[in-house]
């Protein structure tokens, strides 16, 4: 009798009498597993010589002796293990775990997940690092610090390792739309094309981290979200991990909202960077005042991220170094 059951894992079922096993690709490209040119394929098809396997569209046939069929499972649940760890599956790779009785994915303690093609990612300052450990203990963080300092960077890193490990159930990633010199209503394009500019620097991290494919689903489903931060009004947001950044341009009524849209089971960070303020002179920004009116409540910390920090071009560093030496100055002056 044959049973069908829907999961998120690749879908086994096995046929006595056919002695068949089908796999259905869920939330995995079949390229990414099977390799440009079935070349991940035609190893195991070496591999398993007496199987019959037959790749087509999102699933794949395995016809063959009942012990090697399931022989066969247990190596494609490593692959899929492997691939879901290190966003990375080559020849020499599915060669390896091919040939390895009992294959171990090696924990690195320092690195917060991988990314395409295999990319470490990882806390590279101190500071990052006081990031990453404060979020152990804490609910809600703030990442305050200049530009370049890998905050935002290291908030969704944090946020996809969280989602990855079943922490949360989604990711919301919000920002204040503020016109920082430019006019929205004059950008062309309708409501989402106007905002997606000021969103795309969280697109750009997300899209370091999850392979395209996967991404886009999650967006499609709603597991990652993207949006400007007056979308928030009104929600609890529950069993999710919440980053607010550039969360300088946002008003003080703005940064309370937000604030209190914390829901059980979630994770807020807040990165923002208070040399660069782009509200207009008679708006104080809410960071200003909830980093004053927040310190020492338990279950917040706070990290202050400093030009030294600066993972960008050498030369970012001796920026904000001369701009900060221009605003002491000019202070003196006032």
């Not at 550039?246 to 937000?258: D, H, V, Y």
């Not at 005042?289 to 910390?301: K, R």
Request: a neutral charge.
């Amino acid at each position: 009798m044959r049973e069908s059951r829907k999961t998120n894992a690749p879908q086994f079922e096995i046929h006595d009498r056919l002695h068949e096993i089908i796999i259905q690709f869920e939330d995995i490209h079949p390229v990414d597993l099977l390799g440009v040119n079935n070349a991940n394929l035609k190893v195991l098809r070496k591999h398993f010589s007496t199987l019959k396997v037959i790749a087509r569209g999102d699933q794949v046939k395995v016809i063959g002796p009942e012990h090697e069929l399931l022989e066969f499972e247990g190596k494609w649940k490593e692959l899929v293990a492997f691939l879901n760890t290190y966003n990375r599956l080559s020849e020499q790779d599915v060669r390896n775990l091919i040939q390895s009785d009992n294959p171990e994915i090696q924990a690195d303690s320092t690195v917060l997940l991988y990314g395409n093609n295999g990319k470490v990612i990882k806390a590279r300052t101190p500071n990052q690092v006081r990031m990453v450990e404060e979020m152990k203990k804490n609910d809600m963080l703030f990442a305050i610090g200049p530009a370049g300092t890998g905050k935002t960077y290291t908030a969704v890193a944090l946020a996809v390792k969280a989602l990855k490990e079943k922490e949360v159930q989604r990711i919301i990633l919000t920002r204040p739309a503020v016109e920082a010199g430019e006019s929205l209503g004059f950008l062309p394009g309708d409501l989402k094309e106007k905002l997606d500019p000021y969103l795309r620097p969280l697109y750009d991290a997300l899209s370091d981290m999850i392979p395209f494919e996967k991404l886009t689903k999650f967006l499609e489903r709603g597991t990652i979200e993207i949006a400007p931060l007056a979308f928030m009004r009104g929600r609890t947001l529950g069993n999710a991990f919440v980053i607010l950044d550039e969360a300088q341009n946002t008003s003080e009524n703005q940064m309370k909202m937000f604030l209190t849209r914390m829901g059980r089971g979630s994770q807020f960070i807040v990165t923002g960077d208070v040399s660069q303020i782009d509200l207009p002179r008679h708006i104080r920004s809410g960071l200003l005042q909830c980093m004053n009116i927040l310190d020492g409540v338990s279950g917040i910390s706070m990290v202050k991220l400093d030009r030294s920090d600066v993972i960008r071009h050498r030369i970012v560093e001796d920026i904000i170094q001369r701009y900060e030496q221009a605003d002491q100055a000019n202070k003196k002056k006032e």
